[in-house]
């Protein structure tokens, strides 16, 4: 068992003097250490912001209003500036643009002058169809280059993107894009996952149905192409959906991409709404996050070439769909000369390696993925090869444990893994790790640039040393402008100021160290608090989930305010295990040695799978409320989940 804080990689002299990091700030003349950078970030935002537009030479007119004014929550960055995303996002014309691969071999790469092309194509077509500066445009679309492509065309046009999966279900979809009344809808026919084909053509149909805003369909005849070994860009425009649906024109996606137009920018204020992602709505409505051009391009340029080291010439990757936040930030890496490769598929299909392959085939130089694909390549025994272009690996989604770190560090020697902490909320990390940082087992090594995180106690003081709300108590250009359909902003207030006046409350446990470095130790409305004793899910299930019987696990405190409830563990078993008295006895004798007797449950149950939702958390909150007597149907959203069916094994 490796401790938690045990030093894993540290940096070589050579290795920091290259970081893109280390240039930036001498070319500033700044000397000290990174604390001495991020406190300067935090305490001068203007001109930490400033310094950043012109390092990365963003296109657009700076204007001459002032960088930063108001408080937050109404903060106003660059005032009187103009910007567009896809201008800086394909600024270069040489090299190669994107790569992309699906989980049954094919492969696609688009050069940057094809790329351009085909925005250039795409936005000919949604001027046709009639889509104009502040339009929305939806995609329902998997991780293809047709994704980027009309987002793209949408950013450059000074409309609005959004996008949801294709695994997502209808009225999850609905759900969403009712809310921003979008002009045009790209679908796909299908997707292939796991080594099965998914036909979501009548799927299609019913959102269109839902949303009377449509004036036109965009088919994309991918499941097809699939299906016949082609790239989603080969495939021939399909005829099996010419049926005029409820609201708009149908047309295929090459009807789309048919005419040549030039490729133009609309510049916008750099607040104006780029794209519209969402909350998780596990309960409730989804919360409709709008970012805005600015505030994205300067967070991205800042966040993906200062901690995930990239540049011209590298080659990115990280595992998602684009129902999640890490697309955006995948695709990300265009604004910094970086290639993006999407991947459409399962992680560990056809084996729990298929992402470490792709890794070697691809020659990535920055790799990706959730904290728990660490986790099962741990539990999988994957020894990972070929990675020899390999220079930092990302991890994200929830609290990576110590033993993450160790595996990582033995498997990938002299690579350092950098443990990420954000949310689709800022579309960002808020801590994270440089190339200039050692790394230490279950440690987050520090802030970003330009977050001002605290850790605050329950009076609202800033604490170090001890586990406390992470907080930030100063504005980031990536914070949403807004909520859409929130004219008074009282959902944007409610859902991150109103416990603490002028200071954001993410709803994480953190804990900060003199140094900066960090541990984030999971929702705060998910707290175990046992006597007294308050802590994070993440430790417990760092104990729990080490043992090799137990694939995965989830833990709740019924207690309520004033009074001490039932701890319930809830685990699902590993292929040919059983939980048998010696098992039960072993993880409690764990959890009363390694955390304390306060936490040993009090309840063991097995089930068949842990709730997740679609991006891979662990649904706590409504399982806790489920155990408290609300009914299954009430507490989550099932359309928002990976695994709604198990959620019935977890009623009182």
């Known amino acids: ?55 990365f030479d963003v296109l657009g007119e700076r204007g001459d209003g002032p960088v930063l004014s108001g408080t937050m929550p109404d903060v106003q960055w660059f005032a009187g500036s103009s910007i567009n995303y896809a201008e800086n996002a394909l600024r270069r014309t040489e090299g190669t643009a994107v790569v992309f691969v699906s989980e049954d071999g094919a492969r696609q790469e688009l050069t940057m002058a094809e790329l351009r092309e085909e ?42 993107w959004s996008a949801g999966s294709p695994d997502f279900g209808v009225p999850s979809i609905v759900d969403r894009f009712k809310q921003i009344e979008p002009k045009v809808l790209i679908a796909v026919d299908g ?39 082609r790239a989603p860009q080969q495939a021939e425009p399909a005829e099996a959906h010419t049926e005029e649906p409820p609201h708009g024109e149908v047309i295929g996606w090459e009807g789309l991409r048919a005419e040549e137009g030039p490729l133009e920018f609309e510049r916008v204020p750099f607040g104006h709404p780029l794209w519209i992602l969402y909350s998780s709505g596990t309960t409730g409505l989804p919360k409709p996050i709008v970012h805005g051009h600015g505030g994205v391009v300067l967070e991205h340029l800042k966040s993906l070439a200062f901690h995930q080291d990239l540049g011209e010439g590298d080659v990115f990757f990280w595992y998602t769909t684009t129902g999640w936040m890490m697309w955006n930030y995948l695709i990300g890496a265009l604004l910094v000369g970086a290639t993006p490769v999407m991947y459409d598929g399962s992680a560990t299909y056809p084996s729990p390696a298929a992402l470490w392959r792709i890794a070697a085939s691809e020659e990535v130089t920055y790799f990706g993925v959730g904290a728990p694909y660490i986790m099962a390549s741990l539990k999988a025994g994957i020894h990972p090869e070929g990675l020899e272009r390999l220079r930092g690996v990302g991890s994200t989604g929830s609290p990576l444990p110590p033993e993450g770190f160790a595996w990582a560090a033995a498997e990938l020697p002299g690579i350092p893994l950098g443990s990420f902490s954000g949310g689709t909320d800022v579309c960002t990390g808020f801590v994270g790790a440089t190339m200039l940082h050692p ?71 953190i804990k900060i160290e003199e140094d900066g470095s960090c541990v984030i130790y999971g929702r705060s409305d998910s707290t175990l608090n046992r006597g007294g004793v308050r802590m994070g899910t993440s430790e417990f299930y760092r104990v729990v989930e080490r043992f090799e019987e137990i694939a995965d696990s989830l833990v709740i405190d019924t207690g309520q305010l004033g009074q001490e409830g039932r701890l319930l563990l809830y685990v699902t078993l590993a292929e040919g295990a059983t939980m048998g008295e010696p098992l039960q006895r072993a993880l409690c004798d764990a959890l009363r040695k390694e955390l304390s007797p306060r936490h040993v449950p009090n309840e063991i149950h097995t089930v068949p799978g842990i709730p997740r939702t679609l991006s891979g958390k662990k649904l706590e909150v409504p399982v806790r409320k489920i155990l408290l007597g609300t009914p299954v149907e009430e507490a989550a959203n099932p359309d928002a989940m990976a695994n709604p069916e198990v959620l019935r094994h977890f009623r009182p």
């Open 119 to 160: 925005v250039a194509r795409v936005r000919t077509g949604l001027i046709r169809l009639g889509v104009r500066r502040g339009d929305r445009v939806a995609g329902y679309l998997p991780n293809i280059p047709q994704a980027l492509i009309a987002f793209l065309a949408t950013a450059s046009l000074g409309a609005i």
């Open 1 to 55: 068992m490796v401790a938690e804080g045990e030093l894993l990689w540290e940096p070589s002299e050579e290795a920091v003097a290259s970081a893109r990091l280390t240039r930036y700030l001498e070319s500033l003349g700044r000397s000290g250490s990174y604390e001495d950078a991020w406190r300067w970030s935090v305490g001068d935002p203007a001109e930490f912001w400033t310094s950043i537009w012109d390092y």
């Open 191 to 229: 997707y292939h996952y796991n080594g099965k084909s998914y036909d979501r053509s009548a799927a299609v149909n019913e959102i269109a149905a839902e949303l009377p805003s449509l004036r036109a369909t965009v088919w994309i005849p991918y499941l097809a192409a699939v299906e016949e070994g």
């Open 439 to 509: 790394i230490r087992a279950g440690i987050i090594p520090c802030r970003s640039l330009g977050a001002k995180v605290e850790s605050f106690d329950p009076a609202g003081a800033p604490v170090v040393g001890e586990v406390g709300e992470l907080v930030l108590t100063g504005p980031m250009p990536s914070m949403p402008v807004m909520f859409w359909n929130d004219p008074s902003g009282e959902r944007y207030f409610e859902s991150y100021f109103d416990v603490y006046p002028g200071v954001w409350r993410h709803g994480d446990w």
